[in-house]
């Protein structure tokens, strides 16, 4: 290399380069650890989840399973859990939608009228993780339990009567084991996952358009719409899809506050890989459930066109 | 709906009674502070208005105020008979263009020209966004994100989305703040010149005094919540009252003196042993300690022994201390025997060569041009130390 210092270099591509390969292999060696980390937790599962999918669906754990590229598996999946996987997206959407206007709300709160108490109102929205997932849904076992307080309370109230006239609960005046505990147990478990991503926009939206916006004759509630709401679009997008993507797999609310007519898929895949041990089965459910939610998510942020405002 | 109504119908009619902003009795107080202090302005409509003062003396707070993002503690604002005091921003005949543009970063420029009529359900605005586009010289730029442009093309927008609505009043808080000089001075000219054509009357809120004298009718100057004067501009420059206006507005050489009283149409008054008469529309004080203030570039100076060409006394004893080349002028620093420092600005005519430092000088200056103030005042007030 020394020897053509100084001299007009023959290809100047080459040296253009080869200047900065130092910095480039410093990039590569930053995301190693990252890549290694994919590599073993997700992409050797997903492969073997995929291989898994397209097994012969005769064998079974003990007398092994042969791999025969049964495509037929997705359909006959499809086919049987169809009902589960409407379910599912179907709580998933309404437990995400409940989740948006609560969190919503709670997160403006925050970001413009909490003043001193911010900190601390973030810190409880975040308590909760302190105490174990399935801990706290079982609790709500005992909440929406047939004798407590919030079921009479309900009834007094003839909440009960609206839920079962939509069709989230049954005749029989509970809550437990009704889509409507199921449904309410995934929209308290993923509100914080809400909540953190519509404050972190909010937070960011500049209080002097608002005033701006009522200085050009927008009322509070136009100003809103037409300048806070589609400034905190990111924090929505954000916010939804890290609501509904878990809840859309969830199975422990199912399973939980739900009983064998809420199943969701979920249920389903957890109750075909260890209960069934039908691996081929329950590798083209799980297969299918990523696909319906990678192709919506897909779907949704482009609609949503965030990037125009990231 | 019918009060927007209402006011289209007023900018529409500018030939029925006048649509002065007055302000009266305007006061805003907070835990710690008055911001504004019994406030009492009118102006007429169709003017360009200045609020000038420096930054926390409330001229901002006032602004808001008449803009109603800010509530008075008490006072009334009326806009010609209609008192708009408590009205919500939304329903007042009035825009501001934002220190900081505040343009909506998610809309792009021809929509955010057009939020406010569409605000006020004028769905057919087309034209009158490419109009408004055109006036400040944005055509090509209608389709671009607020983001892309550069300050001084977003303060245009800013102007453009608050004119479009024809406002009775525009409201400009320090609008030229942020760009850089050369490109300010454009800017004020084409503020000037856009306000002369839409007939608009326009509150300019401004720490910049050369700014202020250079757009406004009117000026006001604002120190402590309080105007301390009000005129055109070179009225006030000429005849200031105060020592804080003396000093904000240019620069001002205060000596000491003693007033010996009125005589006629002149006051006298004693200075380092000399006698000066100054006319008494210009003596803000007749009697006791007072402060004769003399701009600089009214001082004439020469080399000791020269003829000066004005019919004043001559001060002699002086030698100068300091001399900076501004190229139009130099501006000298002159010791006087009494142990003060004036400062002279001398045309560069060409006429004599510059002093040099240590040279021993005589000044004088022609007493119509003095003013006398009241020495309760700091000297010191409104210099700016930045």
Redesign the interface.
């Known amino acids: 290399m020394t020897s053509t210092a100084g001299v007009a270099p023959a290809n100047p591509h080459e040296t253009a380069t080869k200047a900065p390969r130092g910095r480039k292999l410093t990039g590569y060696w930053l995301i190693l650890p990252g890549a290694l980390w994919l590599l073993v937790f997700f992409v050797i599962p997903f492969y073997s989840l995929l291989a898994a999918s397209l097994f012969d669906p005769k064998g079974s754990p003990l007398t092994g399973y042969d791999m025969t590229w049964h495509f037929g598996n997705f359909v006959d999946a499809f086919d049987q859990y169809k009902g589960q996987i409407g379910r599912s997206i179907l709580y998933a959407g309404i437990a995400t939608l409940t989740c948006l206007v609560v969190g919503y709300v709670l997160a403006y709160a925050i970001a413009f009228k909490a003043g001193r108490w911010k900190n601390l109102m973030l810190v409880l929205v975040i308590a909760p993780f302190f105490t174990s997932f399935l801990l706290r849904t079982l609790s709500w076992k005992l909440i929406l339990a047939d004798d407590g307080w919030v079921v009479s309370a309900a009834q007094t109230l003839h909440l009960t009567n609206l839920l079962n006239l939509i069709g989230l609960t049954s005749t029989d005046d509970r809550l437990l084991a009704t889509p409507f505990a199921v449904i309410a147990g995934l929209t308290y478990n993923f509100l914080p996952f809400m909540v953190l991503p519509l404050y972190a926009s909010l937070e960011k939206v500049?209080i002097?358009?608002i005033?701006?916006?009522?200085?050009?004759?927008?009322?509070p509630i136009?100003?809103f719409f037409?300048?806070t709401f589609?400034?905190s679009l990111p924090g929505v997008v954000a916010g939804t899809l890290l609501t509904f993507i878990p809840a859309a797999g969830d199975y422990v609310n199912a399973q939980l506050l739900g009983s064998p007519n809420t199943r969701m898929v979920g249920n389903s895949i957890q109750n075909l890989f260890t209960s069934q041990g039908d691996y081929a089965a329950a590798g083209a459910l799980s297969v299918i459930l990523m696909v319906i939610i990678v192709a919506a998510v897909m779907l949704y942020v482009r609609t949503a066109g965030t990037e125009?405002?990231v | 709906m019918s009060q927007?109504h209402e006011t289209g119908t007023a900018t529409r009619a500018p030939s029925g009674p006048s649509r002065d902003l007055k302000l009266a009795q305007l006061t805003k107080e907070y835990a710690t502070f008055t911001a504004v202090k019994a406030l009492d302005l009118v102006v007429p409509q169709g003017k360009f208005f200045a609020l000038l003062g420096p930054s926390g003396c409330g001229k901002t707070t006032t602004l808001r105020m008449v803009?109603?993002?800010e509530t008075p503690t008490s006072g009334t604002i009326h806009l010609g008979d209609t008192e708009i005091t408590y009205d919500?921003?939304?329903k007042r005949p009035?825009?501001?263009v934002?220190q900081?543009y505040?343009?909506?970063?998610?809309l792009n420029i021809a929509k955010n020209v057009a939020?406010?009529l569409e605000?006020?359900g004028i769905k057919d605005h087309k034209k009158q966004v490419a109009d408004m586009l055109e006036l400040v010289e944005l055509t090509s730029q209608a389709h671009k994100?607020p983001t892309q442009m550069s300050g001084g093309q977003q303060q245009r927008v800013a102007l453009a989305?608050?004119l479009i609505?024809q406002p009775e009043v525009l409201l400009l808080d320090e609008p030229l703040g942020a760009l850089d000089l050369k490109l300010r001075r454009g800017m004020q000219l084409e503020l000037k010149r856009i306000q002369t054509e839409v007939g608009l009357t326009f509150v300019h809120v401004t720490h910049d005094q050369e700014e202020a004298m250079t757009m406004a009718d009117t000026i006001a100057v604002m120190n402590q919540g309080v105007i301390e004067q009000m005129g055109a501009p070179n009225e006030l420059y000429e005849n200031p009252r105060t020592t804080f206006v003396a000093n904000f507005l240019g620069q001002s050489n205060l000596i000491a003196g003693e007033i010996e009283g009125r005589d006629g149409d002149l006051v006298k008054v004693r200075v380092q042993g000399a006698v000066a008469s100054i006319p008494a529309d210009r003596a803000h004080s007749e009697s006791g300690k007072g402060w004769l203030g003399i701009r600089p570039e009214k001082v004439l100076i020469a080399e000791a022994g020269q003829p000066i060409d004005a019919p004043g006394d001559v001060i002699t004893g002086g030698y100068v201390t300091d001399v900076s080349f501004v190229g139009v002028s130099t501006q000298y620093m002159v010791k006087m025997p009494w142990g003060q420092e004036l400062m002279v600005f001398e045309q560069n005519t060409g006429a004599r060569r510059m002093l040099p430092v240590g040279t021993k000088v005589d000044i004088s200056w022609r007493p119509e041009f003095a003013f006398l103030l009241d020495a309760s005042q700091d000297a010191k007030a409104g210099i700016e130390e930045d």
Request: charged share 25%; glycine share 8%; net charge positive.
């Open positions: 500049d002097r358009l005033e701006a916006s009522g200085d050009l004759y927008a009322s136009r100003g037409k300048v589609p400034l125009e405002l | 927007v803009a109603g993002l919500k921003p939304y009035v825009n501001t934002f900081n505040a343009l909506f970063p998610h939020f406010g605000r006020r994100k989305r608050a609505n």
